[in-house]
Each structure stands twice: as C-alpha cells, then as structure tokens.
Nanobody, 121 residues
Framework: VQLQASGGGLVQAGGSLRLSCAAS????????VGWFRQAPGKEREFVAS????????TYADSVKGRFTISRDNAKNTVYLQMNSLKPEDTAVYYC???????????????WGQGTLVTVSS
C-alpha cells in the first residue's frame, strides 16, 4: 500500500483544513488508517485513527471534538477534517496504514510522506 497525504497549508487560529490520504492498491479497504503529527523538536504523536470499515474511530484527547476522521473506500481515501485549529496544532501530519486499529505508531506498516500544517496566532 502506498499512501500520499495532502491538504496542508497555512491557516489562522480558529480556521479549518481538510487533509486527505490517498492510497494505492485494491487492498486498502482492509487496513485501518491513522493520522500522526510531529511538531518541531517534538516526538511524533497519535492524532486519530479509523477502522477498515470506517465504523470505529479514535482520537487523541487534544483534538477530540475539533478533528474528524473519515474514509471513502470507493475512492481509497481517508480524510482528516480539522476545525477550530490552534497554533499548537502546527506540525507535519502523516497518514499510515495498519492491519488493526491502533494508536501506537509502531503498529503501522505503511506511511505516507508528511504534509505541513501551520496555524498562525
């Protein structure tokens, strides 16, 4: 599975962005997908994940109520809708695929390149 993240950019605090993670391969629908982020000087952290069917989602406490993860298996794409963005959301965001829903990055087998999100105050 190959993943490509897109949709990052510069936005003011309180604004919104939607990230996309496009996947290649017909087996994409069997994978759970997670979003992670890494801010400058910090370790990579879990943001959100969605099960292969899209029924189950999990969120980090820091984004709960502001971010929504969803997927369209017909389009081989997972989305991360980010609302009420804060300067502390500034980071490179990565999508990844795993055989099971998880919050730990070492569980994920496939990674896309990152997309930079910058939130100005």
């Amino acid at each position: 599975v190959q993943l490509q993240a897109s949709g990052g950019g510069l936005v003011q605090a309180g604004g919104s962005l939607r990230l996309s993670c496009a996947a290649s391969g017909r087996t994409f629908r069997i994978y759970a997908v997670g979003w992670f982020r890494q801010a400058p000087g910090k370790e990579r952290e879990f943001v959100a994940s969605i099960s292969s069917s899209g029924v189950t989602t999990t969120y980090a406490d820091s984004v709960k109520g502001r971010f929504t993860i969803s997927r369209d298996n017909a389009k081989n794409t997972v989305y991360l809708q980010m609302n009420s963005l804060k300067p502390e959301d500034t980071a490179v965001y990565y999508c990844a695929a795993a055989r099971a829903l998880a919050t730990m990055d070492r569980t994920y087998d496939y990674w896309g390149q990152g997309t930079l999100v910058t939130v100005s105050s």
